[in-house]
């Protein structure tokens, strides 16, 4: 496979791209028009977040891995709108969305994250209505068995106990555990 980059890059090597997004740990470069670098600041940060992208390949969520160096992961580029952008267009998380939600959380758990939630921003809605789940740094870092900022992004739109409802009719038990941790 075509290579971009080799072992090290500096922020000399990302001139002639496209900056997409850009976060507390690192920059993310347009590098093919279905691809993207994460250029990461610290090296922690890059081998925890490759860590749980390496093991989230056998699942749907996860965006591809293509290459990896010392700081630097190219991964699939994910078009669509993210679930926060989806709630402020819409207003509402439907039933079928919940489920779509509840499965991104079904997998962390089935990956073996100790994390069992995500950022409304970090999630994003490809091409066919199923979610794939950017930014894992924390993947095993944090432990999470409710999704504590999940349901905080939801807030803001006041979506989360239209979420809420839907998971108690969806998965009763789930929604149990997420009150007994309260
Ligand atoms: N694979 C990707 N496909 C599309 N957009 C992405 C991808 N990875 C990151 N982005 C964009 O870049 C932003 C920052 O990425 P993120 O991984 O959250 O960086 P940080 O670790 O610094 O928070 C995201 O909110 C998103 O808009
Ligand atoms: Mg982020």
Request: proline share 2%; hydrophobic share 35%; glycine share 8%.
């Amino acid at each position: 496979m075509e290579s971009f980059f080799n072992g090290k890059i500096s922020k000399k090597d990302l001139e002639a791209f496209e900056v997409i997004g850009d976060g507390k740990d690192g920059e993310i470069y347009k590098v093919a028009a279905d691809k993207v670098v994460k250029y990461f600041f610290k090296e922690e940060t890059y081998q925890r977040e490759l860590e749980a992208m390496k093991i989230g390949q056998t699942s749907v969520i996860m965006p591809r891995l293509y290459e990896f160096g010392n700081n630097y992961i190219v991964m699939e580029f994910v078009q669509g709108i993210s679930l926060a952008r989806h709630m402020k267009r819409h207003g509402h998380i439907d039933e079928e969305m919940t489920k779509q939600i509840l499965f991104v959380l079904e997998e962390f758990k089935r990956l073996g994250f100790t994390r069992w939630d995500t950022e409304v921003r970090h999630m994003l809605l490809d091409e066919n209505g199923g979610f794939k789940v950017i930014d894992h740094k924390r993947a095993f870092t944090s432990d999470s068995p409710v999704p504590t900022k999940l349901l905080k992004g939801m807030k803001k739109f006041g979506l989360t106990s239209e979420f809420l409802k839907n998971v108690k009719k969806l998965n009763p038990e789930l929604h149990d555990a997420w009150n007994k941790h309260k």
